[in-house]
């Protein structure tokens, strides 16, 4: 019996569809979560399309995005990925983990991430949470 990955089911979702993934999916797909059931796929679109198990951002262009390609799908990089959680203000406990993770895998630091102004208090609020996430 195959087992199909998360990773895998994004692949075939997404084969030959001009997007980036976005958000929680993002989170998901770059390992700054610890993993969880998604209902629907979040991407970024310049083209609505007609993908079922997906929620599409409309954007004027792929291109202004901050994005890489990995394992065959494009991807927000890890510090947009967290500047867009943190705009979005969705779930805490993604908001929590991805900063939590990011702050582990940069040896207990958050150089590297540049937050914008406006999203400064959020991240301040979260930044706390994350610091202490591993630490109970």
Known sequence: MAVITYNDQLRRLL???RCV???DTAADFLGLTNGGYRSVVQIFVDKKQN???TEQ?????LETLKYEERNGLKC???S???IDL???NGDEQIITESLANYYEENNESFEGLVIPARLQSRFEKYR???IEYYEE
């Open 80 to 82: 947009q990925t967290i």
């Open 86 to 88: 943190l705009e979005q």
């Open 51 to 53: 993908i079922e198990g």
């Open 128 to 130: 706390v949470w994350a």
């Open 57 to 61: 951002t409309l954007v004027p262009s």
């Open 76 to 78: 927000t990089t890890v």
């Open 21 to 23: 993934l976005a958000f």
């Open 15 to 17: 084969a030959n569809v």
